[in-house]
């Protein structure tokens, strides 16, 4: 399922958006990861007051933000129309008028003042002109600003039916790459491209090592069934509890390669934070 139809799942219901986006958060290893990233770059500087989520899609980010730093003025950009309308409704009822929501295409549309931080997480790999959107970005960001990108360097599956039948659903879609995708990164491609745009990494961690890429194809298999609403409680009882497991080893080691990238770069001055710091120990 993609953030849309996870979306349309959930509805409109305040206590089932939240509940959803906890259990994304529970069952989905790249979002603790950039949860772990926002929390250092809070915590090295408290100072921050404004914030662009770029491609927020059903808004899970946008979400730990606000509740982590009520006083940060956000915005957020979803270019799926539906969405960005849910997601500025949730927000309306909340009475979080600090956080704006807009549909447009962040590659072409204001993106409105300077801002502190920027989050673009499973976005940049969507993007044709990749250094564009940077420059973008570099042009928007403060002084002391970070920019934190997530992005997927392969789809390497340990479940190969799996990755057969991500294949078929990709010659079916009449695509060469998953889900859209018009590239996958190396991680000195990234780096590459930020520094092209006046970038400096200062954070780099790999996701999903052996355990995690197992821990994704388990939840992956499920989603990917025609009886996934019957079958997902049987899932979070029985099976989810090992894949927690797999999870929580994945994040608390530094993993050497892996099918996830997680980088945080800052303009000159920027919070400097050490590549594998804390990598035993998060916030």
Not at 57 to 70: D, K, N, S, V
Not at 243 to 252: Q, R
């Amino acid at each position: 399922m993609n953030s849309k139809q996870i979306s349309r799942l959930i509805g409109r219901s305040l206590w089932r958006r939240r509940a959803g986006y906890a259990l994304i958060h529970l069952t989905t290893l790249r979002e603790w990861y950039i949860a772990r990233a926002m929390r250092r770059l809070l915590a090295a500087r408290g100072d921050m007051s404004s914030a662009l989520d770029a491609g927020c899609g059903m808004g899970q980010h946008t979400y730990a933000l606000a509740r982590r730093a009520p006083a940060l003025r956000i915005e957020a950009v979803e270019q799926d129309a539906e969405q960005a309308a849910d997601l500025a409704d949730f927000f309306q009822r909340l009475g979080l008028e600090r956080v704006q929501v807009r549909a447009g295409d962040i590659t072409r549309d204001d993106l409105g003042g300077a801002v502190d931080l920027i989050l673009c997480c499973s976005v940049l790999e969507h993007i044709p002109d990749d250094l564009a959107l940077l420059q973008r970005f570099h042009a928007l960001l403060r002084e002391r600003g970070s920019l934190l990108i997530y992005v997927p360097l392969s789809e390497r599956r340990v479940l190969k039916s799996l990755e057969r039948r991500i294949a078929a659903m990709t010659r079916a879609a009449g695509g060469e790459l998953p889900h859209g995708h018009v590239r996958y990164y190396t991680p000195e491609l990234l780096a590459s491209r930020l520094g092209q745009c006046g970038f400096e990494v200062t954070r780099r961690e790999l996701s999903y090592g052996p355990c995690g890429r197992l821990a994704y194809d388990l939840v992956t298999a499920v989603q990917f069934s025609s009886l996934f609403l019957v079958l997902f409680p049987f899932y979070l009882v029985l099976v989810h509890p090992f894949v927690l497991l797999l999870m929580a080893i994945d994040y608390f080691s530094v993993n050497r390669d892996g099918n996830g990238l997680l980088i945080v770069a800052g303009k000159s001055g920027g919070i400097t934070v050490e590549e594998t710091a804390d990598a035993a120990n998060p916030d």
